[in-house]
């Protein structure tokens, strides 16, 4: 038997094949997983983008409360995949409908790609400042191209090669990042950077970069069911996945913030977002780190892409490893579009528009309507309580739609005091529970219906 085969029945063994599954994660290894998930290069630039158009002090601020705001969305809809076994973008059967759940798995499919290329770009465009640093010669679309094989070289293992992978990366690129703090601030006290001037012509605010901050959690709770499907009891997850997200984004957040403010007050003038800087003023660990962390996190978005795309319609599947390398050959390619990184900060609001409704409607319908509860009907191609109408829920495409309206209108048209994001998150919520109602679950007069799809342990 050929390695293509035996590597193709070890991922269908292992449960890679959008069926529910039972888990086996305890917190603690959830917990290093989604820790080392976030300790990644796009997290750690997005930190740099706060300053100098708000106070040092004001972006703290809205990463912690932005973080905490996130991580409870992420955790609520993780922990209905570990209590179904079923991956995030599979859950949205509930809500949308057997049919029509598959426009929610494409804007996934969309939106994690765009995530992948943006590593792969980043770590691409670090890698080739060290080698023409030494060399002489330059390439960086080259070098994002192999930064994405090595992605999707390790993808294909699925979850159970990332958890043996993600806690040892963890280790190594947090003891870089405490070397880099420790730079940062025996130069400088964080008094220096709470009084560095501020920068009106840079168009950002507190409330600007607490939608970012909410957005950047929005963007990886599409995983959040993945990932969390394999935890061992649904407290393992929340709280595994919980401390791991908040943990990770609050400190890679906080070291592109403190980075920028360091180089700043040294006399530099570095642009937001741009690891060429943090690699000139920090040296080649800082490089090491932003490799090894886009290899971590971007290995998670190609398996998250692939576990959408297997259980893209229900009743059917397809393979994980075939689907995986011709996910990975589009993100390959797609690695070679560096003018996406101009585009960063409207692709976080596309990503806000996408899926803060989505979000929003699933935990209404899960925890509200269906009193906590999805039956087997969500895993039949047709028919049952998830059928609607043709397959589809129009209330559900209705709050959907005016959600993401609401995002862009109030992002670029009417900018509100307090941000797009926790209004337009509680709009859907609200608009959905009220034009759904009276399709609410009636209670059951027994906890273990054998029409009760349950892996909770």
């Given amino acids: ?29 959830i917990f290093m997983i989604w820790l080392a998930a976030n300790l990644v290069v796009t997290t750690m630039l997005t930190g740099t983008l ?34 179904t076994g079923l ?61 994405e094989i090595i992605v999707v070289s390790l993808a294909i293992f699925g979850h159970s090669g990332i958890a043996k992978v993600e806690p040892w990366l963890a280790v190594f690129i947090l003891a870089v990042m405490g070397y880099v703090f420790y730079l940062a601030l025996s130069a400088y006290s964080v008094t220096d950077f709470q009084s560095l001037p501020e920068d009106p012509g840079a168009e950002m605010t507190s409330i600007t970069a607490l939608d970012i901050v909410i957005a950047t959690a929005i963007s990886w709770t599409v995983l959040s ?34 980075g920028i403010s360091y180089l700043i007050a040294s006399g530099s003038s570095p642009e937001a977002f741009d690891p060429v800087a943090f690699v000139e003023g920090f ?32 009743g059917r599947r397809f393979r994980f490893l075939p689907t995986a390398l011709v996910l990975g050959g589009i993100s390959v390619l797609g690695s070679t579009w ?3 990184l101009d585009q960063f900060t409207d692709f976080l609001v596309m990503i806000s528009a996408f899926f803060i409704p989505v979000f929003a409607i699933l935990l209404i319908d899960y925890y509200v309507l269906r009193r906590a ?10 028919g049952g309580d998830y059928w609607y ?15 993401a309206a609401s995002i862009y209108c109030w992002t670029y048209v009417w900018p509100l005091a307090v941000g797009a994001s926790i209004p337009a998150f509680l709009l859907s919520a609200a608009a959905y529970l009220a034009l759904s109602w009276h399709t609410r679950t009636p209670p059951l007069p027994t906890s273990d219906s054998p029409a009760l799809l349950s892996t909770t342990r």
Wanted: aromatic share 10%; proline share 3%.
């Fill in 1 to 29: 038997m050929n390695l293509y085969r035996r590597l193709d029945q070890h991922l269908e063994t292992h449960s890679e094949t959008g069926h529910p599954v039972t888990g086996h994660l305890s917190g603690r290894r």
């Fill in 50 to 83: 706060f300053v100098p158009g708000i106070g040092y002090g004001a972006a703290v601020t809205a990463i912690l409360i932005g973080t905490l705001v996130g991580a409870a969305v992420l955790t609520a809809v993780g922990a209905i995949g570990t209590r």
């Fill in 87 to 147: 991956a995030t973008m599979a859950l949205t059967r509930g809500p949308f409908g057997l049919r029509g759940s598959m426009l929610t798995v494409a804007a996934n499919v969309v939106v994690l790609m765009g995530w992948s290329w943006v590593q792969a770009m980043l770590a691409g465009i670090t890698v080739d400042h060290l080698v023409s640093g030494f060399t002489g010669w330059s390439n960086p679309v080259l070098w994002s191209v192999v930064c």
């Fill in 225 to 258: 069911a993945d990932f969390n499907r394999f935890a061992r009891t649904p407290r393992a997850g929340v709280v595994g996945s919980g401390l791991g997200y908040t943990t990770s984004t609050v400190l890679a957040m906080l070291l592109g913030l403190t």
């Fill in 283 to 314: 040296g080649t660990p800082v490089a090491v780190v932003i490799f090894f962390s886009v290899m971590a996190t971007n290995t998670m978005a190609v398996y998250g892409m692939t576990t959408s795309a297997v259980g893209f319609r229900a």
């Fill in 338 to 340: 560096l003018a996406l």
């Fill in 373 to 382: 509860r999805y039956t087997r009907d969500i895993l039949e191609a047709s």
């Fill in 389 to 403: 109408r043709h397959g589809a829920n129009w209330r559900a495409f209705v709050v959907w739609v005016a959600g």
